[in-house]
């Protein structure tokens, strides 16, 4: 019996569709053929690689008696998760960073992809040693590197002397 939504919130349907074949000692091929649908697509859902659509979740749904949307509601939870995951991700541990760096703005709510050469000139205008590593880490040192080159201008001297110290220019020969 598959279990209530809340208890496998995040989980890929194809993760919970394997097991409930196990139990049930049915394979893949033979669920294709059940439900009418392709033998390849209830493959890829099982290893993961492919989700469930609505018309599939309505299939499984007959197929194991349960509501329409049970297969649907857990892939919409699976991305979800995935997509918070990847937001994750996304944005390096702003504990490392003073607030007073980014004093005009919220530093919560930056989109670090989106305004990467701000903020690496920013950071490296105005940061300090463990900020700068810190966006260094985050970003990769051949990403502000390439940064870098892409910034016309700066009045600062500490952006030279930052990306001369932390050699993330090429010094001229």
């Known amino acids: 019996m598959l279990p209530e939504i ?3 919130k995040g989980v890929h349907p194809g993760a919970l569709l394997k097991r409930e074949l196990k139990t049930l000692g049915i394979g893949g091929t033979e669920l294709a053929e059940k439900i009418d649908e392709h033998k390849q697509t209830i493959s890829a859902i099982l290893n993961e690689r492919r989700g469930i659509t609505p018309s599939l979740s309505i299939k499984l749904a007959k197929q194991f008696n349960i509501a329409d949307d049970y297969f649907m509601m857990l892939q919409a939870g699976y991305e979800v998760r995935k997509a ?3 937001e994750k991700k996304a944005t390096p541990d702003l504990t490392r960073f003073r607030k007073v760096l980014f004093w005009d703005t919220d530093i919560q709510k930056l989109n670090w992809q989106k305004n990467r050469r701000a903020i690496i000139k920013r950071i490296l ?3 300090n040693k463990k900020e700068i590593e810190t966006m260094i880490a985050f970003y990769s040192k051949d990403a502000v590197a390439k940064e870098i080159r892409s910034i016309k201008y700066s009045f600062l001297p500490s952006f030279q002397e ?4 932390y050699h993330l220019i090429a010094e001229p020969a």
């Open 6 to 8: 809340s208890k496998i």
């Open 84 to 86: 918070a995951e990847e």
């Open 162 to 165: 930052n990306t001369r110290k």
């Open 125 to 127: 205008e105005r940061g």
